[in-house]
Structures are given as C-alpha cells and as structure tokens.
C-alpha cells in the first residue's frame, strides 16, 4: 500500500522561563510558558530515521533562555518574534515556525500601602497569551487572554429559543452569568506597544461584559468583539470563546422555603461552549 509522509511538524512544548531585570532594589519579573514549533524539510527524520536535518528540542529550549539573556525581553510578542527570526535564520531547512507564549501576570505586594520593590503577588484576572507564526516572507502576530474569569447577578436574560419535546430549560429575564473568556486577536502588520493594546482588550471586555445588556450569551460575546474592532484601529480580527458556566437555582419548596433568585448551584460540567470571529469587513 503506497503512502506518503503528508505533513510534519515537530518542537519543544512548555518551556518555564522568568526573567528578572534588575535596578538596585527595583526589579521587574516576566513569566513566561513557550511553546515553540518547527516545520520544514525533514521528511528524512521521519522516514528513514535521518537526523540530519533535526534541530534538537532541547537546542530549542536552551535557545529561550540565551536569548532571554543576551537582550531585555520586552514585550512577549517581540521575544516570541525574536525566537522565530533566531530558528528561521539559522536553519534553512525551517519553511515556517510558530512560538506561542503564555504570560502569567504577578503584581507587586503592597507593604504599608506601597508597591514593594521585588515581592509579587501573583494576579488575578486572567494569562497574557501570544502567538507568532513567521515564515520568510511573513510574520503574524496574535495576541490573547486566557481564564478570564467573571460572573454577573443582574443584566442577564435567556428566552425566546426553541422549545421542543426534550426542552426543560424555563426562560428567565434575571439570571446569573458566569464565564470564563478566552480571546484572541490578531494584529495588523506593523503594530506595536503590544502591552497597552492588551490591557484596552482587557478593560473592553470587562467593560462590556459588566454593561452589557445580555439576551443571551452569544449576544454578549458578538458586542465585546464589535466594541473592541471599533475602538482598536490595530486590530483586524478577535475570537472569543465564553463558556456558559451556570449557576442553577435551588428548588427549596421541599422545606417550605421561597428562593427570590438568591440561592444556587455552580456547576462546571457540563456547560454551553459559544464561540465566535468577529472580522473587519472594510
């Protein structure tokens, strides 16, 4: 039966980096989770277990921490594309690269009402996430938020659907609404100061999401991403994903009880998963 080798791809996934920069006593710290990923011309490796052509993953790992070393980090969009220009440089075998990064963001510990110099808290509210896939003609940058986590008592309704024979759902105009929001976006070629187009996507959402008058899930994540398009010029398209994660009312007739919407169930399992792009179209 004759087959053949269709496509491939290989790299080093969770590479744990912190870096520390230090100023006297004031120092910043970045921590990152890296995952970096190679395709090309090793169709060899594969098929007759020629080597040849191989970049070791553990050369990939140990690259993040030289790289980290010889130069200040910056943004993690311009390390990420740092790696990718390092890997397609050096390796001509490499058609394309993906390095997609994870920061999880710290805060500094507040002593006396002040921000301390090198003690951190790690934050709450959500991971930095990025994204480079760079070949030798192109670069993409994307960026995101990961474990968004938030929740509203009030300004959230869902009637209206369809109602069929295995419909048990009753329609509310006042129902809690959890979720846990990942977005993506994508820049357009160009763009810089990464770090403030971040935390605008960040604040837009939980702007939105807090103001938002809901008819539904699905209404709520289409004007988080209208409003982010409208307000952010760099960006050309975002995808969110925002489970439904639900909070069931608590029947407590059985013990003479009444529940005016205060008493519920989380749940985790299972959850309505809504997920959508929204692009510019002009």
Known sequence: MPVALAANQYGKSRVRLVKVARQGQHHEMTDLSIDITLSGEFADAYTA??????????TMKNTVYALARKQPLGEVEE???????HFLTRN???AWTRIAATQNLWQRILVNGKPHEHAFLKAGGGCRTARITADRK???VR???ADLTVLKTAGSAFEGYIHDEYTTLKETRDRLFGTIVTAEWLYQPGSHKFGSLWNSVRDTILEIFAGHDSRGVQHTLYAIGETILSR???????H??????HCLLVDLVPFGLDNPNEVFLPIDEP???IEATIRRTG
């Open 49 to 58: 277990g020629d080597n040849r052509s191989v970049l070791p993953t553990d």
């Open 79 to 85: 390390f990420c594309r740092r790696l990718a220009d």
């Open 232 to 238: 952010i010029s760099e960006i050309v398209e975002i």
């Open 138 to 140: 192109r670069t993409e």
């Open 92 to 94: 001509p075998q490499v």
């Open 143 to 145: 960026a995101g938020i």
């Open 240 to 245: 969110l994903s925002m489970p439904n994660r």
């Open 271 to 273: 959850h309505g998963l």
